[in-house]
């Protein structure tokens, strides 16, 4: 049975240029800390900062992807740019990425040069037939999230996390913890498009996870 993983590249946007790089960065290496923790038990290779403005991590499987995403988005606060590479690795495993290569390390690799071409958000590379299809949903799924304002980013996060957290939450329990109106929520939800944002991202673990299972993409 082949050993698949899933390879996360990121690069910052414009990092060169910016005023605030030091800061950015700093941000960065504090978002890398903080997926380091959420996701410690589905990450093989632990995110780090390679080569200044880039960053990369290994998963075990494709469950958390879209969390994973999130969460960068969500602390970094800087646009950037992800190649998500799936394959095997031709060295042994270990906790430092910068010791491992292979297969996936390639695909996330050309992925990331793509998606800094073609000017996507993300490209995602595997080798089946879904790619494009897979690349199609999880940029039209970042168009959303980076049109949002700092506010609507702050509210909608907090609502995914309590979401993530309890199941079933109501916004009379969100607006008692974060103390603005219900009708503000339901507004600023609206606004997000965090409805059709939570489908597509149900949609797209449902896809990956089943096509991951299947036969020869088995891990």
Same mark, same amino acid.
């Given at each position: 049975m082949r050993n698949r993983y899933v390879v996360m590249t990121g690069d910052l946007k414009?990092?060169?240029?910016?005023e605030d790089r030091a800061k950015v960065q700093e941000s960065l290496k504090t978002a890398l800390q903080i997926v380091n923790t959420l996701f410690s038990d589905d990450i093989v290779a632990k995110f780090v900062i390679v080569?200044?403005?880039?960053?990369?991590?290994?998963?075990?499987?494709?469950?958390?992807?879209?969390?994973? #995403?999130?969460? +960068?988005?969500?602390?970094? %606060?800087?646009?950037f740019y992800l190649g998500i590479g799936i394959g095997e690795i031709a060295t042994s495993l270990s906790a430092n990425?910068?010791?491992?290569?292979?297969?996936?390390?390639?695909?996330?690799?050309?992925?990331?040069?793509?998606?800094?071409?073609?000017?996507?958000w993300i490209v995602f590379m595997s080798g089946w037939e879904i790619d494009r299809i897979s690349t199609c949903l999880l940029n039209l799924m970042a168009d959303?999230?980076?049109?949002?304002?700092?506010?609507?980013?702050?509210?909608?996060?907090? #609502?995914?996390? +309590?979401?993530?957290?309890? %199941?079933?939450?109501?916004?009379?329990?969100v607006v008692r913890d974060i103390g603005i109106k219900k009708q503000?929520?339901?507004?600023?939800?609206?606004?997000?498009?965090?409805?059709?944002?939570?489908?597509?991202?149900r949609a797209f673990a449902d896809f990956i996870s089943r096509k991951w299972q299947t036969g020869n993409n088995k891990p």
């Open positions: 414009a990092s060169r240029r910016l080569r200044g403005d880039s960053f990369q991590g290994m998963l075990s499987s494709p469950g958390c992807l879209f969390d994973v #995403y999130f969460e +960068l988005f969500d602390k970094i %606060g800087h646009q990425v910068g010791e491992i290569d292979g297969e996936a390390f390639h695909k996330s690799s050309e992925a990331l040069e793509r998606a800094k071409r073609a000017k996507l959303v999230m980076w049109d949002w304002t700092a506010r609507q980013r702050e509210i909608v996060a907090y #609502y995914r996390r +309590l979401k993530k957290e309890r %199941g079933n939450v109501t916004l009379a329990e503000t929520l339901s507004m600023i939800l609206k606004r997000s498009r965090y409805k059709l944002l939570a489908e597509a991202e």
